[in-house]
């Protein structure tokens, strides 16, 4: 497997087309989960250069942060907080244009301006979320629901 990850630019289905292929190419054959979760986090920047992008996993009755790409951030979310717990409680994606509108936002970072949770589930059951910051408001569309929905299909648990 390479490594190394071809940065493509144009619109934003023509990058999620390229990157796409290449973090299957990066998860496949490799069963450890952080391992994964901290190369897709790492492709996803590398390709968007988003704010903040990473993954918190259910841990009991609580979301804890996992491997992530950007500044430090909250460690443990409730059910039904914040914009992750409530993508955790309905089992679906928000897309939030501008995170101060959303009521119980947890404000990680102060420049975090828009946010899109996309929920991991297996069987029914959330086992973690998605959770992509960035510095622009109204920055996350349908595109990037389909194709990140598209991506944490590819997560093996
Ligand atoms: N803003 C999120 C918390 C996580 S950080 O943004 C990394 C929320 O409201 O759930």
């Not at 087309?17 to 391992?35: C, F, M, N, T, Y």
């Not at 951030?73 to 089992?91: D, L, M, Q, Y």
């Amino acid at each position: 497997m390479a490594e190394d990850l071809i940065i493509q630019k144009g619109t934003k289905q023509e990058q999620y087309l390229s990157l796409i292929p290449q973090i299957k190419a990066l998860l496949e054959g490799e069963p450890d989960l952080v391992a994964n979760l901290a190369n897709i986090a790492g492709a996803l920047k590398e390709q968007f250069n988003w704010f903040w992008v990473g993954f918190y996993l259910v841990k009991g009755e609580q979301l804890v942060l996992g491997p992530f790409q950007g500044p430090v951030a909250c460690t443990r979310i409730n059910k039904g907080r914040g914009v992750c717990g409530t993508s955790w409680a309905k089992a679906e994606t928000l897309i939030v244009p501008d995170v101060e509108k959303f009521p119980g936002h947890i404000a990680c970072s102060s420049l975090s301006k828009s946010e899109i949770v996309v929920p991991l589930i297996k069987n029914g059951i959330v086992w973690g979320v998605l959770d992509v910051d960035s510095e622009i408001l109204n920055h996350f569309d349908e595109t990037d629901k389909i194709f990140l929905e598209q991506i944490v299909a590819g997560i093996k648990s």
